[in-house]
């Protein structure tokens, strides 16, 4: 009842890596936030990347789009205007996307 198979060769893929999402990262701090946080995007591809932070209704309240070959972008930004809140923070690049959610308290 034992099966040997001799000689012959079985190959599985548990899962791929995309090389270009490997390349892209994204972190918040503080998070929660309350008056500022701080945005750290890098990237080691050669193409631009975009950042927009919106409410979970899809309103837009920040966006900007790197230019190509930046490896990375940080910025302090300013919410202390913002209400309290989940956001959605969203990078994309070379077709790639990658998603954060922001507490602003």
């Given at each position: 009842?034992?099966?040997?198979?001799?000689?012959?060769?079985s190959?599985?893929?548990?899962g791929?890596?995309?090389?270009?999402e490997?390349?892209?990262?994204?972190?918040?701090?503080?998070?929660?936030a309350?008056?500022?946080?701080?945005?750290?995007?890098?990237?080691?591809?050669?193409?631009?990347?975009?950042?927009?932070?919106?409410?979970?209704?899809?309103k837009?309240?920040?966006?900007?789009?790197?230019?190509?070959?930046?490896?990375?972008?940080?910025?302090?930004?300013?919410?202390?205007?913002?209400?309290?809140?989940?956001?959605?923070?969203?990078?994309?690049?070379e077709?790639?996307?990658?998603?954060?959610?922001?507490?602003?308290?």
């Amino acid at each position: 009842d034992n099966i040997i198979a001799v000689g012959s060769t079985s190959c599985i893929t548990v899962g791929t890596v995309n090389p270009t999402e490997a390349n892209l990262s994204l972190s918040l701090a503080p998070n929660p936030a309350q008056g500022r946080v701080n945005v750290a995007v890098s990237s080691l591809g050669n193409a631009p990347v975009a950042l927009s932070i919106t409410d979970l209704q899809g309103k837009q309240y920040y966006f900007q789009e790197s230019e190509a070959g930046q490896m990375e972008i940080n910025h302090s930004l300013d919410i202390s205007t913002w209400s309290s809140g989940m956001y959605l923070v969203t990078i994309q690049s070379e077709g790639v996307t990658k998603h954060e959610k922001l507490i602003v308290e």
